[in-house]
């Protein structure tokens, strides 16, 4: 199958900045989504790539090398509330209609 | 938010029952999931809708069957539950990725389906 990999878990300090990184197979997919899942609640469209680069909104940022097939999102100046599962899924090639989805980072963020 | 509802919200049943969960959405989106989330697994396909009537399989089918007779409806069918089926379901909408806009989903509130 077409895997999606990144960290199991990461911590953090309020205020800091962190990056989750996301690895995948360059032949099977387009593009790359990012999303937020809260404790206990749905997952929450963060960000989308299809081109090379840097996406920036807000406090976060979504990069995408597809030569390399890496995708990281970066978060600034984190809050005690940032604390959640961060989840990579990318577009497969063979159609647009369906996602795969990595495993997702749980991220906490202390004081 | 998207309009997109589950029910139930909650339920526990015995191995061996049958048991159909349903997604609601008020949002006439073509393409409509269903998900199961697992620990250790993360977000994994079950089955998908593309239309009235049109349905394909994901990853996890085994087990599990779907119907979709309205836009706004999508049923999940566990014909006979096992205790490997307690898992969070989620449904999901899209409009689909046409026209050059990018298939971004949108999630349910899920179930949380536990079989004893």
């Known amino acids: 199958g077409q895997n999606i990999d990144q960290p199991t878990e990461m911590t953090a300090t309020e205020g800091a900045i962190v990056q989750i990184n996301c690895t995948y197979q360059?032949?099977?997919?387009?593009?790359l989504f990012w999303y937020q899942q809260h404790a206990g609640e749905a997952p929450t469209f963060l960000s989308y790539?299809?081109?090379?680069g840097l996406e920036e909104k807000g406090r976060f940022s979504s990069f995408l090398s597809r030569s390399k097939g890496y995708s990281y999102l970066l978060l600034k100046e984190l809050q005690m509330k940032d604390s959640a599962s961060y989840l990579c899924?990318?577009?497969?090639?063979?159609?647009?209609?369906?996602?795969?989805f990595g495993k997702g980072t749980m991220l906490l963020v202390s004081p | 938010d998207a309009g997109i509802t589950q029910s139930p919200r909650h339920k526990v049943t015995e191995t061996g029952t049958p048991v159909t969960l349903r997604c609601h959405q008020t949002?006439?989106?073509?393409?409509m999931y269903w998900y199961r989330q697992d620990p250790g697994h993360g977000l994994r396909l079950i089955h998908y809708?593309?239309?009235?009537?049109?349905?394909d399989k994901g990853e996890v089918s085994d087990g599990y069957s779907v119907s979709r007779s309205k836009t706004e409806d999508f049923l999940l069918t566990l014909e006979s539950a096992t205790s490997s089926q307690t898992s969070v379901y989620f449904c999901?909408?899209?409009?689909?990725?046409?026209?050059?806009?990018?298939?971004?989903?949108?999630f349910g509130p899920g179930t949380r389906l536990t079989v004893l």
């Open positions: 360059t032949s099977g997919f387009n593009g």
């Open positions: 790539n299809v081109l090379d």
């Open positions: 999901a909408i899209s409009e689909g990725g046409e026209g050059g806009d990018y298939n971004e989903q949108f």
């Open positions: 809708s593309y239309g009235v009537k049109d349905t």
């Open positions: 899924a990318g577009e497969p090639n063979s159609g647009y209609s369906t996602l795969t």
């Open positions: 949002e006439n989106h073509r393409y």
